[in-house]
């Protein structure tokens, strides 16, 4: 039964506070309502700032890799070697490459091999230099 009272005169109070505040509000405004114009317009051009310069400082699309499909094509250079070619440049060994492959470190030495003969150098490194000077990777 008390509890009942308590929670009527905490809804009382709250209800006149929130009316006071209304009020209070209504004045506020009412008496700088050009200040309150002055700010909702601020407001707006800000936003609009902020939109337009995420706009004007967007990085512009990342152009896809394509492996320049020309160099390739000149080179003679197999999909597999392109594979083998992208495990080198990732720095990989020999049997890496063949456990990632799934073929034997033989296989791969041929491809390694081709790939020399192929982009003209004589170390691993070189032949990924070569092949990114050629842009075929990045």
Request: glycine share 10%; net charge positive; proline share 3%.
């Amino acid at each position: 039964m008390i509890w009942r009272r308590i929670v009527l005169y905490g809804a009382l109070l709250a209800a006149g506070t929130l009316l006071l505040e209304w009020l209070d509000y209504q004045r506020l405004v009412r008496s700088h309502a050009g200040d309150v114009y002055v700010f909702l317009i601020a407001c707006g051009f800000l936003a609009l700032g902020v939109f337009l310069g995420m706009k004007g400082m967007a990085r512009p699309a990342a152009r896809g890799f394509d492996g320049n499909p020309r160099a390739v094509a000149t080179l003679g250079l197999s999909p597999r070697e392109l594979e083998v070619l992208d495990e080198l440049r990732a720095g990989r060994s020999n049997q890496e490459i063949a456990e990632r492959l799934g073929v034997s470190p033989n296989t791969v030495k041929t491809h390694v091999a081709r790939l020399l003969d192929k982009l003209g150098a004589k170390r691993r490194g070189d032949a990924v230099a070569r092949a990114r000077e050629l842009g075929i990777v990045r």
